[in-house]
């Protein structure tokens, strides 16, 4: 079971960027396909973006054409690089390694003026 380590949350005004990264260890990492999914308050799980081992992606739809996921095997690390941020991004991020369904414990977005 890989563990999962979330970090670059934070406070950003409206309009800017962050970059998330998630490090994985205790599994081979290369083989894993990768999410990140939100908790907006009040509602469920929703999808924010996948990447497969061959590094085919897929976005959830409000997420489209502001956020972009990507990995870097050698460093058994996925990012979500996040930009055009509004205050509807604002709530925790958790990964996700989709073969092994396992979770990270989450990183606080905060999108605020």
């Known amino acids: 079971q890989p563990q999962l380590v979330e970090s670059g949350g934070g406070l950003v005004q409206p309009g800017g960027s962050l970059r998330l990264s998630c490090v994985s260890s205790g599994s081979i990492f290369e083989r894993s396909a990768m999410g990140w999914y939100r908790r907006p308050p009040g509602q469920g799980r929703e999808l924010v973006a996948t990447?497969?081992?061959?590094?085919?992606?897929l976005y959830g739809e409000s997420v489209k054409g502001r956020f972009t996921i990507s990995r870097d095997n050698a460093k058994s690390t996925s990012y979500l690089q996040m930009n055009d941020l509004n205050t509807e991004d604002t709530t925790i991020y958790y990964c996700?390694?989709?073969?092994?369904?396992?979770w990270g414990q989450g990183t606080q977005v905060t999108v605020s003026s």
């Open positions: 990447i497969t081992d061959g590094n085919r992606t």
């Open positions: 996700h390694d989709m073969n092994w369904d396992a």
